[in-house]
Nanobody, 115 residues
């Protein structure tokens, strides 16, 4: 079965950095696009970043220039490097993929940015 396991969330001060990781199993990793979504308290889940199997990326306007998504196909892992963090980045961050026409998310990892 498909499993996505996130790690790396933490409490960090504004202006700081974090790197999130997501280990995937149950899929042919280098065949699929991977992404990160986030959900802040009281808000809808939103797309943060996506990386295609070919390595093309796209980002939400709110994180462009601060976040970088990358993937290591040998490790079946996708990363989200987050720099210059802001309090409004506080959210649960979810790893995402689509496999056989079905969307999957991990359990999420909490990122809290203090001002």
């Amino acid at each position: 079965q498909v499993q996505l396991v996130e790690s790396g969330g933490a409490l960090v001060q504004a202006g700081g950095s974090l790197r999130l990781s997501c280990a995937a199993s149950g899929i042919i990793f280098n065949f699929v696009a991977m992404g990160w979504d986030r959900q802040a308290p009281g808000k809808q889940r939103e797309l943060v970043a996506t990386i295609t199997r070919g390595g093309s990326t796209n980002y939400a306007d709110s994180v462009k220039g601060r976040f970088t998504i990358s993937r290591d196909n040998a490790k079946n892992t996708v990363y989200l490097q987050m720099n210059s963090l802001k309090p409004e980045d506080t959210a649960v961050y979810y790893c995402r993929t689509t496999w056989r026409a079905r969307d999957y998310w991990g359990q999420g990892t909490q990122v809290t940015v203090s001002s």
